[in-house]
């Protein structure tokens, strides 16, 4: 085996390592984690706004209740002054029937603001109830998808842990110089630095090799690179066969 045949295995090995890595980023249940915890982030903001507008309707509906008990206290004491007789005066007892007229009619604009308040807490309440509801819901799907993804991503380190003894191998078998540069066109070629010449095509672009570079390519090796004119890879010949 020729150097450049072994720097052909070792590219092929780290295609496979490659791929499975670009497994575990384009695995299906880590877009859908993605998603799902965006989802609950913006539950979680809308259940903190809808607490804090429910505990200041609270906050008013009890101001309320205050105000009207107090109302309700005076009209029953100037009507308990009106039926006692204790107001003789007819002027005066007109003014304490205004009174109580005018102080009824507050109370009753106070009480509808009240059935208002009301039913702003009951629609918060059931708001957060469907919240909650939906946010118990994908939370078990959360945990569902993050099982499944723990399950898959086990069994692919398993596979990279699998394969990369190989491409240690492979690698110690190459040397130091021509190591450093087929790593430093891998990082500039989307990880593939090798390309096989076959039937007078590289595989790494595709596109033909001019019959005079072919032959320079089926002579080449570790010494002597030869790269596609086209996409820049060290190019290697393939024999039909091979
Ligand atoms: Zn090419």
């Known amino acids: 085996m020729t150097e450049l045949d072994i720097l052909v295995s070792l590219q092929d090995q780290d295609s496979i390592l490659d791929a499975l890595t670009q497994k575990i980023e384009s695995l299906p249940e880590r877009v859908d984690i993605l998603a ?20 200041e309707t609270l906050n008013r509906q009890k101001a309320l ?3 009207v008990d107090k109302i309700t206290q005076r009209v029953d004491r100037l009507t308990g002054q009106l ?7 007819l002027k005066d007892q007109l003014a304490v029937s205004s009174e109580i007229e005018n102080l009824i009619q507050s109370r009753s604009s106070l009480e509808d603001d009240l059935l208002r308040y009301m039913d702003e807490i009951d629609r918060g309440e059931h708001e957060l109830a469907v919240l909650s509801d939906q946010g118990e819901s994908l939370q ?7 099982e499944q993804a723990k399950v898959k991503l086990s069994e692919i380190e398993q596979e990279i842990e699998k394969e990369t003894p190989e491409r240690t191998r492979l690698a110690s078998e190459i040397s130091p ?9 891998r990082a500039k070629l989307g990880g593939v630095a090798v390309s096989r010449v076959i039937d007078g095509k590289c595989t790494g672009c595709h596109l033909s090799i001019p019959v005079s570079e072919l032959e320079q390519i089926s002579h080449s090796d570790s010494s002597n690179l030869r790269f596609c004119e086209q996409c820049g890879r060290i190019a290697i010949y393939s024999r039909p066969g091979v």
């Open 177 to 185: 110089g021509l190591l450093t540069r087929y790593e430093k066109l």
């Open 65 to 67: 209740e205050l105000e």
């Open 83 to 89: 039926k006692s007789g204790a107001v003789t005066n």
């Open 36 to 55: 799902i915890q965006g989802k609950l982030e913006s539950l979680e903001t809308r259940k903190l706004e809808l607490f804090g507008s429910q505990s």
């Open 140 to 146: 078990d799907k959360l945990a569902k998808l993050t």
